[in-house]
């Protein structure tokens, strides 16, 4: 399987031997045949997408053009029927709101606009006797043959972090989608697998975009899946071998840190800027992961240094981060005059100073109880998208419940906090600027 850039799908994209492959497939296939329905969350671009487009084959014509992957030299997909299978995309609605016109409107027309494409597109078009698109689609599924269909849906949160600071209009897509997953429900015997994926799932939302725990599984900490999304530093080497050469030579070329790279200094580099991640919430040391487009991003362009790729494509990273400052600044206050006059950094201007990934657990717990968002902690949502990872799980006694320390994964990621703070900052420091100003002014009129 491929974990390339979010942005090359489809699985004909790996048949011309054109893209890089990292070769996945058998922990697919043990996922796909073990679970029927499962909720994945994994940050933005590691993998999420490619996967689904893997299943969409794999459903749709098995194994007959996965030659040479390990899924069909080991003989691993047993099962021998295909069926139609129904991919939807909840960020392909947005491309198609008229933000000119109602949003309530404009979200429901394309909404169900999207929905009746992609079941048309799958061969199972809606009862055009049905003007409701739920009952229409119904109509269908029940003349449909047991465990017939697949459902795959891709960006399963696009809708809501899209309105995630208009809670109207937040829980309008709630609504929306909560009706489309009972539908499903309702009609489960139909569904031979579904899968559905995003970053985050807002499961503390007004209305609960997947509201049947026994129905939808999330599997996104289970011991079976972190292998199968993102690049260990083994599989890198494994894979990328001339792509490692290559950077070395150029970062050499550039003179960068003033030393001769090697592939293994390249490795090495990689893992700080863009690794890290850890989704096991069973094993403190399984393998860090690094982040596939990051990764693949300065492979493909190593002259242009180790630049900043993860808030590529996402539009709400820079809010999310400010707003996760501004409650750790209240907390943490800056260093005083005096500290910085005898070289003491005991604040958040210290902590920028270190080097080293920042463990920011601390700062974690105090900014869920005072950013006083609704629905999850800003915390809790940078987590989601790859702006902290699992730095331990602490479980009890009774190994019930769970304390997840949380911590900045890597210097790409630390890089968007430091603009973040350095940007908060001077902004407060204007603002003092200008009320200083108005001081004078002020006494004077009141003597």
Known sequence: ????????????????????LVD????????????????ILMPPHFGKSTL???????YSHGTARMAGLKIEREHLWKDKKTCKVVVLDFAEVLKHID????LREEISRAFCAHLRQQFTLAGLEPDPAQKDLDLALCSRLKNEPYFSVALLVKNNEALLEHFIFEPELFEYCSRLQYYFYGMTASYSSRFRSMWVTGSVHYSESILDTLPH?????????NSDVPGIFGFSAEEIEQNFGPQLQHAARVLSAQNLQGKVWTAADVLEEIEAQYGGFSFNLYDNNSPKLCNPHSVLSFLAAPEQGFKTYCTDHCPQAAGLIDKFMCAAMQGYPSDSEQERAKGQSSGLDGLIAEKQTWDFSFLCLHACYIDGQPFLPTSQLLWRQGFFSIKQVNSSEDDKDYV???????????RCFEESYR???????RRN???????PELHKGQN
Do not use: W
């Open 1 to 20: 399987m491929s974990n390339y850039c979010s942005a090359h799908r489809g699985f004909e994209r790996f048949l011309d031997g054109s893209q890089v």
């Open 24 to 39: 996945k497939s058998d922990l697919i296939a043990n996922l796909a045949t073990y679970h029927r329905c499962r909720y």
């Open 52 to 58: 689904l487009d893997f299943l969409q084959e794999l």
């Open 99 to 102: 933000p000119a016109k109602p």
């Open 213 to 221: 725990d026994d129905y939808f599984r999330d599997y996104s900490y």
């Open 404 to 414: 997840v320390d949380l911590a900045v994964p890597n210097l790409e990621v630390r």
């Open 423 to 429: 940007r908060l900052k001077a902004a407060g420091q």
């Open 433 to 439: 600027r200008s009320s200083a100003k108005g001081a």
